[in-house]
């Protein structure tokens, strides 16, 4: 964690959610029983996460120059999801990150907009939708609704070249 402030006070970055960098026993236990798979290794690489904020503007130079300096510092860049690219209603840039121990985590990179919504409404309307009881018809309603959230946002000015 202090390597991962110092970093953001490096490039520049503010950081948010701190107080969540450590998923709960029971997002860990159900991120375990939806998605592990028999016969399947499996391993739940956003158990420690950390997200860095900055504007539509800055982000992407921020991010390569954050990836490099990490790097340079024995940090692993394990994979890079650009969350901006897809039509899901998600937007963000997620990574896994291996430190020089071997510790696998999550770092994810959002402007303020993107970050409010994950963790306002459209966590709210994501909770309803992963609801087994939640019929299929409202299911459409919530994805629909996810949708119209992050439309309204503002991509990242050259968001094209995170990979």
Same mark, same amino acid.
Request: no cysteine; proline share 4%; charged share 30%.
């Given at each position: ?37 028999? &016969? ?23 991010? +390569?120059?954050?990836? =490099?300096?990490?790097?340079?510092? &024995? ?6 999801? =650009?969350?901006?690219?897809?039509? &899901? ?16 985590? +999550? ?16 966590? +709210? ?5 992963? =609801? ?19 439309? &309204? ?11």
């Amino acid at each position: 964690t202090s390597f991962i402030k110092a970093q953001a006070d490096s490039i520049g970055f503010d950081m948010a959610g701190l107080e969540y960098r450590l998923k709960t026993k029971d997002s860990y236990l159900r991120k375990i029983k939806t998605e592990w798979r028999p &016969g399947f290794d499996y391993e739940v690489k956003d158990i420690i996460r950390y997200t860095y904020i900055d504007g539509p503007e800055t982000q992407v130079e921020k991010i +390569e120059r954050n990836i =490099n300096s990490m790097t340079i510092a &024995g940090y692993e860049s394990i994979n890079v999801k =650009n969350y901006w690219l897809s039509n &899901g209603p998600y937007k963000g840039v997620n990574t896994h990150v291996k430190s020089p121990d071997g510790q696998i985590f +999550e770092l994810q990179y959002h402007t303020q907009s993107s970050f409010d919504i994950k963790n306002g409404k459209m966590h +709210e309307l994501y909770e309803e939708f992963r =609801n087994p009881d939640t019929s299929d018809k409202r299911k459409t309603e919530l994805e629909n609704e996810m949708q119209r959230l992050s439309n &309204g946002l503002v991509k990242p000015i050259g968001i094209e070249r995170v990979k």
